[in-house]
């Protein structure tokens, strides 16, 4: 089974939520992040410092700071938020760096990995942030009439 690390799979939530208070027109903090979604504070602090720095997110500072969005939701992929937290895309040791590997210089498979990583890597660059965090309908559609 191929999995997301912990930290991918909330950093995904984080900024789906940061995605969707963007559509509201409005900055989010880690405190109300970590409200929502009930991630631990000290890890919507530290997942929203790492997609700062790697350009996802915007650090405003002030009484009116706080988060957004670095960009449009539809122009964040699933594959950016997961890079920015846990490195390049690979199925394998042998996938980008490789030197961690014992086999790594004698290896008849790694070189036929390349494409699979490719293909995980495309697969991933074709989900937006957008098409993860759908606005939430309006209150007044969720209230009988």
Known sequence: MLRLSNLADYGVVVMTTAARHAAEGRRTSAGDIAAETLIPLPTVAKLTGVL???????SHR?????????????????ADI?????????????APGGADCSLHDHCSVKPHWEPV?????????????????????VRSELMPA
């Open 52 to 58: 700062a720095r790697s350009g996802l997110l915007l």
């Open 62 to 78: 002030g009484v009116a700071g706080g988060f957004s969005l670095a960009r449009s939701a539809g122009a964040i992929t699933l």
């Open 82 to 94: 997961i890079e920015a937290i846990d490195g390049p895309i690979g199925l394998t040791h042998c």
């Open 117 to 137: 990583n490719i293909a995980v890597r495309t697969a991933l660059s074709g989900v937006s942030l957008a098409d993860l965090a759908p606005p939430l309908p």
